[in-house]
């Protein structure tokens, strides 16, 4: 009888250390995020037990408490965003990230490396043509051009 007794206890004490509420309570916080000029789209990536609030700050002395928010920062440069959750435990999770805000570089067509050789030699073409009369060959030469120069760049 002592025997049953004492492995009953065992099993209650087991049980009691591998509760649900334990593993429930499991949660991974984490988001990803796109950025377009000065302003971000988050995404919450979290897993495991119900969230039940989200607060996100944006190292710009704002807050959002939407689960996924977009937010246009003041300018550009460093700002660590963090997102902490609450489980229906009441336990506080968190993960942050600095994100790098840029303004986007010109397209190599649009460089000045590219045009201003592009428009001397069309000019320089373009005067030849015209001293020959001969705007035929000169329309050939400007779409040859064009071409290589969209090839190239």
């Known amino acids: ?28 916080v984490d988001f990803r995020y796109n950025t377009s000029g000065k302003t971000a789209t988050f995404t919450d990536q979290s897993a495991g037990m119900s969230i039940v609030e989200w607060r996100w700050t944006f190292g710009d002395r704002n807050v959002s408490y939407e689960q996924n928010p977009a937010h246009t920062f003041p300018g550009y440069g460093t700002y660590n965003v963090t997102l902490t959750v609450i489980n229906a435990n009441g336990e506080l999770h968190t993960a942050a990230k600095n994100i790098v805000l840029s303004p986007g570089t010109l397209s190599p067509y649009l460089s000045m490396a590219f ?27 400007v779409v040859i051009i064009m071409g290589v120069y969209f090839l190239v760049a």
Do not use: H, Q, T
Request: aromatic residues 8%; charged residues 10%; without cysteine.
């Open 1 to 28: 009888m002592n025997r049953i007794v004492y492995l009953i206890g065992v099993l209650a004490l087991i049980g009691a250390f591998s509760s649900s509420a334990a593993a429930e309570s499991y949660l991974k």
């Open 115 to 141: 045009v201003i050789p592009l428009i001397l030699v069309i000019v320089g073409v373009g005067a030849v043509g015209l001293a020959r009369n001969d705007y035929a060959r000169l329309g050939a030469i």
